[in-house]
């Protein structure tokens, strides 16, 4: 039995080509669309012999893949190490990496916490700190797009909508890039991340107990399940941390990359500004057209067969997100961003049981944010070049400098 990167390596199942590329590649991360379309092209499946995976990137099969629980798990990890056989790096998510029964328990507290009842609360704050947000940045003139924008919005609302008592925004931003690089290989983009685990890693686990939360917010929810006999102590503690983990790298780079969006087809911009309603669907295209999570991995626990390719038991797949997203058999003009395009049926949230269950949060985020900008900001001018920030799982900017012009 051969193993690479803690998983059991499959025989290239009949029919699927081998394609040898690194899509760990920082070149690809940071520029990945003539890599999503290639994969396309080999066809459902393709075996990259680099990793020992096979990897798919057509909607049909990357949406079957990661909606089928049963025969492609998540408890033996969403990266590429195999839980079964090697030790993750922190203590598993009990809703992520988890499969039924254990994972309803976690979930329906999770989607009872961040439920759109839940979220509607939070909606007038949303759009208040969004407003003043932009009203600062308009004063500023030219600002840098992720760390005067992205990073600033969601650090301000998320972790007063959790209940956090303390808050350290390079803590909560780097905790999320470290949990998602750490679902890729065993790379420099992977160890450099590690290696701020022991200066975050305690500071988060901290925040997580009952009393350094407040008694509002999504964290009481959680701690409310524990004292009704729903969850232990712990558990409860896990579920913080999971929303530690999502929902603040994820929402950063949701913002940075739907301002990429609007200050690169200006032509959508205006008419975003001309109905601010668009805001939500400009939202929805912008994460079908840019993916902020480009790959997750899922384990077949049984020998399984999709679209005529046998898959062996034990095999990693890689799901790529971001290239189903933008598959031109399954969206019309896929390569077109389009603020009108309603694009029902994206994976950028994943699908199935373990679909993004604080997507609403995210919505109502982002919702907020490009409103006020629709209402507020007359023009958007790149001043200068977007760098995108490679990571093994999120495709997100690193900087972007931005002008806002006043209407
Ligand atoms: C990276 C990630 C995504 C979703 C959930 C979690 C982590 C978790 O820790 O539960």
Redesign the pocket.
Known sequence: MTMIEGHIVPKVPDGVPVWDVDPYDPTILSDPQAYYADLRAKGPFAYIPRYGVLACGRYAETKEVFGDHTRFVSSRG?GLLDFKLEKPWRPP?????VDPPYHAKTRTVLARALSPKAVAQLKEDFRDAAGKLVDELLEKGTFEAVEDMAEVFPVRVFPKAVGLKQVNRRALVDY?AM??N??GPDNAIRRTALAKAPDIVPWIMEQCARENLETEGFGATIYAAADAGELTEEEAG??V??????GVD?TVTGIGSALWCLASFPDQFERLKADPKLARPAFEEALRYTSP?HT?CRTADVDAEVSGVAIARDTKILCVLGAANLDGEYWPEAERFDITRRPTGHLAFGTGI?G???QNVARAEVEAVLSAIAEKVGAIDLTGEAVWRPNN?IHALDRMPLRFHPK
């Open positions: 969403v998510s009990i809703v992520l990496e999320g949990v998602f750490a679902l896990m579920l941390r999971s929303l530690l983990s999502a994820t999570v997750f373990h993004c269950v604080g799982a």
